[in-house]
DNA sequence: GTCTATATCGAGATAGAC
DNA sequence: GTCTATCTCGATATAGAC
């Protein structure tokens, strides 16, 4: 194992996550993060040349996670239509974080978007939508969509953001609750034929 | 005339609205407003003890432009059908700048949404959101919706939400069109009766 | 009312001892 | 590999001349 796989580099990067998500990207500084971590600043330059070589390996991790949600739900079920469910269910899972502070993604995106520099962690954050959204198109596919099967797969997830933001903004978690329903149902009547 | 009605402080609050909405709020300094301005920095404390209170006239201006836009949906229409559809279809006016830097209020909310500090500003971008929704509301109530009225007017706002998230992340003008015209469509289907 | 000079702080980043 | 000390810069904010 390289350097990667140090376990002060994954605390490193654990540490960022969590304050990127809950303080955004911009406004988390190397003190926050030696903070949580109790290891010193200058450290961390031993396993990151820049700030950014951070971001980029947080959204990595990111990447790892959405991608191991999606196998859970394709472990848990071998049906499309009960998979979309189950995915449709996930923002449920962790309701709290969500409602406090919006979509891990969603958020992040919208923040680097305004930002002129990060082009490639902003390139390497629509590889997360695009894991999202490839992966329903399959279910789609797989239900019988057939050139649509994408475009179901993108407004579902841009409902989900929605209902997301709506949620945030709001601190509502009886509406992220009652559209996740809502969504279930609309995915119900169009697979039911 | 007040300080209220300065033209200096005006420019300031201009400037630092288009700053805001493409930088982002964290990430605009007053250098960034002097140098769009050609006002210098000093000058800034004259009009505003702090940066926050630049950003709560920020807000306030913000909230001014949508309601000017809601009473132009008003006075085109006289029927709450059309009038839901001309709002609609609102995002497609600024479709470049929607695309390339998001809702002007959802990004802004988003990013509030991680400050601990402004509790004051995101109280008043929550009143924008509101605005909205209760404008949306009368108009489903004078459609014949009664108690789901509200719920009506969130599910589309949340809607317009996803639509301008994924455009955003896409860069992706084609979508924000597609699922604008879906949105009115959607709006035709459950007002058609 | 307007502008210059400057104070103060915290950010990202570096050098080098151990 | 780890940690301390420090550099440099740019941020918000202040003081005070004009």
Not at 5 to 34: E, H, P
Request: with cysteine.
């Amino acid at each position: 194992m390289g350097t990667k796989g140090s376990a002060n580099r994954q605390r490193i990067v654990d540490a960022a996550d969590r304050l990127f998500y809950s303080r955004g990207y911009n406004q988390t500084s190397f003190s926050d993060i030696s903070d949580e971590t109790g290891i010193p600043r200058g450290n961390f330059y031993y396993y990151f040349k820049t700030k950014e070589e951070i971001l980029e390996a947080v959204v990595e991790s990111r990447v790892a996670i959405f991608k191991s949600m999606l196998e859970q739900c394709d472990s848990k079920s071998s049906d499309p239509r009960e998979r979309l469910l189950l995915f449709v269910g996930l923002p449920l899972e962790n309701e709290e974080q969500i409602v406090q502070y919006g979509c891990p993604i969603g958020t992040l995106s919208s923040e680097l978007a305004k930002d002129q520099v990060n082009e490639i962690s902003n390139a390497k954050l629509t590889a997360v939508f695009d894991l999202l959204i490839e992966w329903c198109t399959q279910q789609f596919h797989l239900l019988g969509f057939d050139t649509n099967a994408k475009q179901y797969a993108m407004d579902l997830i841009a409902r989900l953001q929605g209902n997301t933001i709506i949620a945030n903004v709001y601190g509502d978690s009886e509406f992220l609750m009652r559209t996740t329903n809502d969504v279930k149902k609309w995915l119900k009547q169009i697979t039911s034929n």
